[in-house]
């Protein structure tokens, strides 16, 4: 007995459904075609009233559009409360919305497209140099060194004695030399330090050192 009065629910209820789906279906049909608008119109330029062509009219939010013809012509189909923007190279932007309370289907418009002006930075023209200007200007120019120039200049003999005096030491040359020194001075513990100036090897050594200006006054 239960399970009738559950199946007798089940039909009177699919009844009803098939009795007022039609009548829904139809009011939103009813609703939507109401809401459609075909607009239509022309793009002019404010200042000459001239018809512009290749206007892009595009809806918000939806990615669709369209362009304006040769004479400034252009028609579209929208729904009401929908904002077109008109956009052109050259021109201010424009948005315009379609009335949600517009009586009927169609909706025309007359957009006027404003002048963007844009401002460029100033441009120096001069003229142009003659042949004894340019080839002054040409032998004159210093030309930078290459990686190439620059690994010769770094490596040179003269360079790298510079270097070798200015630069400090680091730890490891410092270490080197305090151990130098600290074995001669064990070395000749309790005995006078030998004299080289009758050493000839010192001497080659002075006479080396002389020659490439290690005595010289340093600035």
């Known amino acids: 007995m239960q399970e009738y ?66 004479q400034g012509v252009f028609s579209i189909v929208v729904i009401k409360g929908d904002e077109i923007e008109f956009s052109c190279i050259g021109f201010k932007d424009k948005i315009t919305k379609i009335p949600t309370d517009l009586v009927g289907n169609q909706f025309s418009i007359i957009q006027l497209m404003v002048n963007d002006t844009t401002y460029l930075p100033a441009a120096i023209i001069k003229p142009r140099p003659s042949r004894e200007q340019f080839e002054r200007d040409f032998v004159s120019t210093e030309v930078p060194d290459d990686n190439i120039e620059l690994a010769r200049k770094n490596t040179d003999m003269a360079t790298r004695r510079i270097l070798m005096q200015s630069l400090p030491k680091d730890g490891r040359e410092a270490v080197n030399l305090s151990l130098a020194k600290s074995a001669q001075k064990y070395y000749y513990t309790g005995q006078a330090p030998p004299m080289n100036i009758l050493n000839p090897f010192a001497w080659a050594e002075f006479i080396r050192s002389w020659k490439r200006g290690d005595y010289k006054r340093k600035y």
């Open 5 to 70: 009065v559950t199946m007798k629910k089940l039909l009177i209820f699919a009844f009803l459904i098939a009795a007022f789906r039609p009548q829904t279906a139809h009011a939103q049909f009813e609703t939507f075609k109401d809401s459609v608008v075909q607009l239509y119109g022309v793009v002019m330029t404010a200042d000459s009233l001239r018809g512009l062509p290749a206007v892009s009219i595009v809806v918000k939010g939806t990615g669709r559009g369209t362009l304006s013809s040769p």
